[in-house]
């Protein structure tokens, strides 16, 4: 799978350039991890990105720039890095400009307010950045729990970079 990787330019509460683009990391970076969250509130969501910070050395050392994107304004999303202190960018996407880019799964639409089993869903997308930007590996969670492990990421990578 090789798609054309669409940019972006949001605002950034993490470390990094604030506004981020997908572009601006290209400079830096053979690959981006976006990991699109379901909302601010989601257990599940705020389980990865401290999973994710606990072996991001195993990103880097892959020169691969994680991103997590949480469908809220920056002052809400802020509240995160404020509680869990990540060593990656942490977006804000208030408008789902990005999430609606990389067809982010929603279930039921605007239901998806008055239940977690409804709404955005977890998605992780790989972008090549080594020549044009390139999703070149992407997983659609199909609930809120259904997310990539940490090894499945890492793995992804690898193979990106091999194939």
């Avoid at 404020?82 to 880019?101: C, F, K, M, N, R």
């Avoid at 089993?117 to 790989?126: D, H, I, K, Q, Y």
Wanted: overall charge negative.
């Amino acid at each position: 799978m090789s798609i054309e990787a669409t940019d972006f330019s949001l605002p950034n509460v993490g470390p990094g350039p604030d506004p981020l683009s997908l572009s601006g990391l290209a400079a830096d970076h053979d690959f981006a991890l976006l990991l699109f969250q379901r909302d601010h509130y989601c257990t599940n969501c705020r389980k990865q990105v401290q999973t994710v910070a606990g072996r991001y050395d195993e990103f880097a050392g892959r020169n691969t720039e994680v991103v997590s994107i949480v469908p809220e304004p920056p002052e809400t999303v802020r509240e995160w890095q404020d509680s869990y202190d990540l060593p990656y960018p942490l977006v804000a996407d208030p408008e789902t400009t990005a999430g609606d880019a990389y067809d982010q799964p929603v279930r039921f639409g605007f239901l998806g307010d008055w239940s977690d089993f409804l709404g955005r869903m977890p998605e992780a997308v790989l972008v090549d950045l080594r020549d044009e930007p390139a999703v070149v590996w992407q997983y659609r969670g199909k609930s809120t729990f259904d997310r990539p492990s940490v090894d499945d990421l890492l793995s992804a990578i690898d193979d990106a970079r091999d194939a």
